[in-house]
T-cell receptor
Framework: AQKITQTQPGMFVQEKEAVTLDCTYD???????LFWYKQPSSGEMIFLIY??????QNATEGRYSLNFQKARKSANLVISASQLGDSAMYFC??????????????FGTGTKLQVIP | GAVVSQHPSRVICKSGTSVKIECRSL??????MFWYRQFPKQSLMLMAT?????????EQGVEKDKFLINHASLTLSTLTVTSAHPEDSSFYIC???????????FGSGTRLTVV
C-alpha cells in the first residue's frame, strides 16, 4: 500500500524567504507520480507541481521546485521568495502505477504554511 | 483548460434528509470520478471511485448505502448522502482523471453541514 508522510503540521516563513516542505513516500511500484497541491481556506485544490518517478530532472514551476530524491523516497517542495498569498495548506500526493485501470491518488496529512510579513 | 464544475458549494440540511452533490466535467469526458471527504484540518480521504456505466468502487469503511454514487454519463457523477447526520458534516470534493495538470482536475468542493 502506498503511504505519504508529511511530518510538519505547521510551518512559518518570513515573507520573501524560501521554505521547504517535507514529504516522504512509500511504494513498491517502480512507476509513480508525485504531486503537490495548495489548498487555501476556500477549499479548492490548486495544482502546483508534478514529478514522475522516471524524470531525471527535478520539476520546477515558477517559484515552486520539487527536490526529488528517489533513493530516499522524498519529494520536498521548495517555495522561493514566499508571498503572503502562499499562506495555505499544502498537500503532497502520489498516484500509483499508470499501467491499467484508474490511478488512485493518495494524499499526505498536509502542512499548514503561514507567511509572516 | 479542463474544468470540473461541482455544485452546490455549500449546503445546510436537516438531520435525516438526503443531499445530492453533482460533479460535471466541462470540455472533457470523465469516465472515472474520484470522491473525497475532508474533515476539518485533516487530509483528503478517498471515499469511492465512480465509473461511467458501472457500479462505484467504495473504499474500506465507507457505507455504500449511505453514500450513493451514480455516474450517469461521461460528464456527470453524483454523490448522494442519504439520511444525513451531523457526523456527515464535512467537505466533499471530486476529482476526474483527464484534462490538464498531469491528469487530475478537481471540483471546487462542497461544504456540507448537517444540523
Amino acid at each position: 500500500a502506498q503511504k505519504i508522510t508529511q511530518t510538519q503540521p505547521g510551518m512559518f516563513v518570513q515573507e520573501k524567504e524560501a521554505v521547504t516542505l517535507d514529504c516522504t513516500y512509500d511504494t513498491s511500484d517502480q512507476s509513480y507520480g508525485l504531486f503537490w497541491y495548495k489548498q487555501p481556506s476556500s477549499g479548492e485544490m490548486i495544482f502546483l507541481i508534478y514529478q514522475g518517478s522516471y524524470d531525471e530532472q527535478n520539476a520546477t514551476e515558477g517559484r515552486y521546485s520539487l527536490n526529488f530524491q528517489k533513493a530516499r523516497k522524498s519529494a520536498n517542495l521548495v517555495i522561493s521568495a514566499s508571498q503572503l498569498g502562499d499562506s495555505a495548506m499544502y498537500f503532497c500526493a502520489m498516484r500509483d502505477s499508470p499501467s491499467g485501470g484508474y490511478q488512485k491518488v493518495t494524499f499526505g496529512t498536509g502542512t499548514k504554511l503561514q507567511v509572516i510579513p | 483548460g479542463a474544468v470540473v464544475s461541482q455544485h452546490p458549494s455549500r449546503v445546510i440540511c436537516k438531520s435525516g434528509t438526503s443531499v445530492k452533490i453533482e460533479c460535471r466535467s466541462l470540455d472533457f469526458q470523465a469516465t472515472t470520478m474520484f470522491w473525497y471527504r475532508q474533515f476539518p484540518k485533516q487530509s483528503l480521504m478517498l471515499m469511492a471511485t465512480s465509473n461511467e456505466g458501472s457500479k462505484a468502487t467504495y473504499e474500506q469503511g465507507v457505507e455504500k448505502d449511505k453514500f450513493l454514487i451514480n455516474h450517469a454519463s461521461l460528464t456527470l457523477s453524483t454523490l448522494t448522502v442519504t439520511s444525513a447526520h451531523p457526523e456527515d458534516s464535512s467537505f466533499y470534493i471530486c476529482s476526474a482523471p483527464g484534462g490538464v495538470n498531469y491528469g487530475y482536475t478537481f471540483g471546487s468542493g462542497t461544504r456540507l453541514t448537517v444540523v
